[in-house]
C-alpha cells in the first residue's frame, strides 16, 4: 500500500503538483531537439534547411571563418566604393605609399558589427578541418553549424524569456508564450539565414529581464542602479551586434529619463556605458576610412542614390556627399512600409494585440510600466528601420528587421490578454480550456508547419549552388581574385577574394589593366542575379546594360581579359569565365553530373509541390532626389 500510495503522490505531483512545470519544461527541451534533428539533419530528406540564405549573413560568417584562421577581422569581399573611400580617406591623410596602405585596409572588414562573427569564430576553429567545401555535398557543413548554433540561441532566449514572463504574469503563461516562441516561423527563417538576430533576440531578451528588475527595485524603493548599468552593458553588446539596434537604444532610454528618478544619473550611466563599449570599434572604422560606420554608412543610402548593391559597385564617392535633405522620401516612405507591414513583421496574429493590451488595466506594476518601455522602444526601432534600411536579396528576410526582438514580449501581452478574455466568458471545462490553448499555438505555428512540411529543392536555388562554387577553389590560387554578381558567397564557398562586380568595365578594366588591387585575377563568375536580369529593364536600359555581352555569354574581345568560359549551375545559369581552361575534361564531366541530378531533384518535388522558382534579382529602387 505504501509504495501505491507514493506513486500516486508521485503522479499527481507531475500532473498538478511541483513537478509539473519541470516535466513540461523537460517535454518543451525534448521537443526542441527533435524539431533541431529535424529541421537541420532532414532525416526524411524534407529539405527545409537549405544552406544559409542572406548575403549579409553569408559574408558575416566568411568574416568569423577569418578570425578562426588567425586573420582578424578581414573579409575576403571587395566593394569598389570602400577602395574609393579608403582611397579618398588617405589623400586627407597624406599617407605615405597609398596604394599599398589601401590595399592592406581594403582586407578588414568596415561593414559591419564585430560580435556575431567573433562569436562564432569559436565554432569554425574546433571544425577547422571541414572548411573545405565538399562538390559531393549540397550543403555546406559550415551553413549547419551556423544553423546550428543560431537554432541553439533561439533556444537559450526562449528560456531567458520563459523566466521573464514567469516573474512577469505566472508560469502557465510563461510556459504558453515559451511554446509560441519555439513555432513562430520568422525565428526559424532567421535562425537559417546566417543573419545575428537570434543573438541579438537573446541579447534584447537579456535587457528586458533587466528592466523588469529595475521596475521592481524601484517598486520595493530599492537601487535600480545596479540593473541599469546590467541594461547598458546587454546593450553595448546589441550595437556591436548590429549597428541599427542603436535606435531601439534611443527609445529605451528616454524610457528610463521618464519612469526612473535619478534621471540624470541613471541616463547618463546608461549612455556612458554603451559609448564606451562602441567606441573603440567606431574609433577602429574612421582610423581605416575616415568614417565611424565605415562603408556600412553607405547602405543608408539604399533607395535615395539608387540601389545599394550598385551604390557599392561604383569607384564613386559621390554618393558619400548626400545632404540630409535627400533622406526625405525614403523616411517617408519607409516609415509607411513599416507600419502597413508590421503586423505581418511581428509574426502574426498574437504579438499584435499587444497593442490592444496596452489599454487593458493589467494589475501588477510591472506589467503595466514595462508595456510603455517596450513601446517606445519599438516606435523609435521603427524610425531607425526606416532610415538604415538596406537592399536585401533573399525571401524578404530584412539585415535591419528589429521587429523581430519585441515578438516574444508582444505575445506575451497578447497571449494575457487573450487568456483574460476567456477567463471572461466563465467556462469551467478543462479540455475546453486545453483545446483552446492548443488552438492558440497551432495557429500561430501554422506557418512553420506549412513550411516543415512542404518539400522543396534541396538548395537555396536561385541564386547560391555551393557545390560548383566550389571548384572555383580549385580552379583558382589563394592569391588570385574573382569578379563576380555575388562576391560574399564566392568568399564564403569558394574562399576566395571576390572584388563586386563594378558598374561597368570600364570601370573594371581600370582595375585591371592599372593593377589597382596588386593582385592576379582568376576570372569572373557571373550566377542568376545577373544572367536572369530582366532583359528589356535590367539589361539592355538598365544597371546590367555595360555587362550585356557577358551576361549574353557574347564577351568582346577588346580588352575583356577572360575570353574562356564554362556553364555551371542548375539549369547551367551560371558562368565562369578564365583567361584560359582552368578546368580539366574529368571535372566538366562531374559539373555535367551534377546538373543532371539537379535535374532529376525537380522531377522528384512531391505531387503539387511548386517547381524549381524562376530566378528573380534585386529590384532596383527608383532615385528620389538626387543631386
Known sequence: MSSNSNLQQLIHK?????????????????????????????????????????????????IAREIAAGNGYSTHMIRPLAMRQIERHLEATEAENPQEEMRSRLKKDTYHAPLWSATLAPVFKVM????????KRPIYILDKAVAVFSILLLYAAVVLNYFTFRRLFDTKLALIASGMQLVTYPFWQYAMSGLPHMLMLLIFSGIVWTVVRAIEAKEKHQSELRWILLAAVLGGLLVLTHYVTAWLLIGLLVFI????????????????????????????????????????????????????????????????????????????????????????????????????????????????????????????????????????????????????????AFA???????????????????????????????????????????KTYPLWWPPYAPPYMAFLEKWTKPEEIIVSDMPWAVAWYARRDSLWLPVSPEEFLELHDFDRLGRPYGGMFLTPITESAGFMNEIVRGKYKPWIAQILRTPSKGGFPFPKGLPLGPQQMCIFYSDYERWSTGEADAIQ???????????????????????????????????
Not at 577547422?128 to 562538390?135: A, I, K, L, V
Not at 543610402?301 to 535627400?326: C, H, Q, W
Not at 517606445?376 to 526606416?386: H, I, P
Not at 487568456?419 to 500561430?444: D, E, Q
Open 412 to 454: 506575451a501581452y497578447g497571449t494575457a490578454f487573450i487568456l483574460t478574455l476567456w477567463s471572461g466568458l466563465k467556462i469551467r471545462v478543462p479540455l475546453l480550456y486545453n483545446g483552446f490553448i492548443v488552438l492558440i499555438l497551432f495557429l500561430a505555428g501554422l506557418p512553420f508547419i506549412n513550411a516543415l512540411l512542404n
Open 593 to 627: 553530373k551534377m546538373q543532371e541530378k539537379a535535374e532529376e531533384e525537380e522531377a522528384k518535388l512531391q505531387p503539387g509541390a511548386p517547381p524549381i522558382p524562376e530566378p528573380k534579382t534585386k529590384e532596383e529602387k527608383p532615385k528620389e532626389e538626387t543631386p
Open 128 to 135: 577547422q578541418g571541414q572548411w573545405e567545401m565538399d562538390p
Open 14 to 62: 507531475m500532473e498538478e503538483g511541483n513537478l509539473a512545470n519541470v516535466v513540461k519544461l523537460v517535454a518543451l527541451a525534448f521537443l526542441g531537439l527533435g524539431v533541431l534533428i529535424v529541421v537541420i539533419f532532414d532525416p526524411m530528406y524534407w529539405s527545409f534547411f537549405r544552406g544559409l540564405s542572406h548575403d549579409k549573413g553569408i559574408e558575416q560568417v566568411q
Open 257 to 408: 529619463l521618464i519612469y526612473f528618478p535619478s534621471r540624470l544619473r541613471n541616463g547618463f550611466i546608461f549612455a556612458g556605458v554603451i559609448l564606451l563599449m562602441v567606441s573603440p570599434w567606431l574609433v577602429r572604422n574612421y582610423s581605416l576610412t575616415g568614417n565611424p560606420l565605415g562603408i556600412a554608412w553607405a547602405s543608408t543610402l539604399n533607395g535615395v542614390a539608387g540601389s545599394e548593391d550598385t551604390i557599392m559597385r561604383r569607384f564613386d564617392a559621390k554618393a558619400l556627399d548626400l545632404p540630409f535633405r535627400y533622406f526625405r522620401h525614403k523616411i517617408q516612405h519607409g516609415l509607411t512600409a513599416q507600419f502597413s507591414s508590421a503586423a505581418d513583421q511581428l509574426g502574426g496574429w498574437i504579438a499584435p494585440l499587444f497593442f490592444v493590451a496596452l489599454l487593458y488595466p493589467f494589475r501588477r506594476t510591472s506589467v503595466r510600466v514595462l508595456r510603455w518601455g517596450l513601446l517606445l522602444g519599438w516606435l523609435v526601432a521603427v524610425l531607425g528601420m526606416a532610415v538604415a534600411s538596406g537592399q536585401d536579396t533573399t525571401g524578404g528576410i530584412s539585415a535591419t528587421n528589429l521587429h523581430l526582438l519585441f515578438i516574444p
